[in-house]
T-cell receptor, first 110, second 112 residues
Framework: DAGVTQSPTHLIKTRGQQVTLRCSPI?????VSWYQQVLGQGPQFIFQ???????GRGNFPDRFSARQFPNYSSELNVNALLLGDSALYLC?????????FGEGSWLTVV | GEDVEQSLFLSVREGDSSVINCTYT??????LYWYKQEPGAGLQLLTY?????DMKQDQRLTVLLNKKDKHLSLRIADTQTGDSAIYFC????????????FGTGTKLQVIP
C-alpha cells in the first residue's frame, strides 16, 4: 500500500517567489496536516484539513495557505518566500489517532 | 502550554538496551507518540500510546507512561546499528483539532 506521498522532494527558490507543495494521503485517510521542520528542530504544526475544511492553524503568517481537494490530496502554498522559510515540509495523513508522515519536501530559499 | 522535552543525545553499544526519555507539560495529552527520523528522511511512526495506558510493547519496543510525572520513555531492546537515528516524542491534546506537538528529538548513536 502506498504511504503518504509528497512532491517535489527537493526544490530551490529565490526570495520573494512563491512555492506550491503537494501531498497525497494514504488511501482512506480524510485528514491531512502540514508541518515545517527547520534543521535541528522538531516539526512545527502549520495546518490541519479534514474533509476539505481547515480545522486548525499554527502560528504561521498569512503567507502560508493550504487547501484540500475532493480526493483528499492537499497543497501547501507559501508566498513571498523568505530565507527563513528554508526547511523540510512534512505532510501527515491520519485516520483516527494513527498519524503517518511522508518523506517531505526540502525547500531551500536563496 | 504545550511543551515536550527530550535529552539531545544518547550513545549505546550494539546489543544493549536503549532508553529514550521524554517529559511533557500538558495534562490534557490524549495520545503520545514516538517517531524515528533517519538522516534526510521523513518521520517513521514507531508506536503510540493512549494516555490512560501505562505500558505498550511492540516487538523490540516498550513504551512506558507515568502520567502522574508526565514522563514517557521508549526502550529499544537489543539495539542495532540500524536504530541510529533521531527519535521524537510527540503528543496530541484533547479537544479541537489534531495538532501534534513534538519534542526537540534525541539523537541515538549505536556503537558497533
Amino acid at each position: 500500500d502506498a504511504g503518504v506521498t509528497q512532491s517535489p522532494t527537493h526544490l530551490i527558490k529565490t526570495r520573494g517567489q512563491q512555492v506550491t507543495l503537494r501531498c497525497s494521503p494514504i488511501s482512506g485517510h480524510k485528514s491531512v496536516s502540514w508541518y515545517q521542520q527547520v534543521l535541528g528542530q522538531g516539526p512545527q504544526f502549520i495546518f490541519q484539513y479534514y474533509e476539505k475544511e481547515e480545522r486548525g492553524r499554527g502560528n504561521f503568517p498569512d503567507r502560508f495557505s493550504a487547501r484540500q481537494f475532493p480526493n483528499y490530496s492537499s497543497e501547501l502554498n507559501v508566498n513571498a518566500l523568505l530565507l527563513g522559510d528554508s526547511a523540510l515540509y512534512l505532510c501527515a495523513s491520519s485516520f483516527q489517532n494513527t498519524i503517518y508522515f511522508g518523506e517531505g519536501s526540502w525547500l531551500t530559499v536563496v | 502550554g504545550e511543551d515536550v522535552e527530550q535529552s539531545l543525545f544518547l550513545s549505546v553499544r550494539e546489543g544493549d538496551s536503549s532508553v529514550i526519555n521524554c517529559t511533557y507539560t500538558d495534562s490534557s495529552s490524549t495520545y503520545l507518540y514516538w517517531y524515528k527520523q533517519e538522516p534526510g528522511a521523513g518521520l517513521q511512526l514507531l508506536t503510540y500510546i493512549f494516555s490512560n495506558m501505562d505500558m505498550k510493547q511492540d516487538q523490540r519496543l516498550t513504551v512506558l507512561l507515568n502520567k502522574k510525572d508526565k514522563h514517557l520513555s521508549l526502550r529499544i531492546a537489543d539495539t542495532q546499528t540500524g536504530d541510529s537515528a533521531i527519535y521524537f516524542c510527540a503528543e496530541t491534546l484533547s479537544g479541537g483539532y489534531q495538532k501534534v506537538t513534538f519534542g526537540t528529538g534525541t539523537k541515538l548513536q549505536v556503537i558497533p
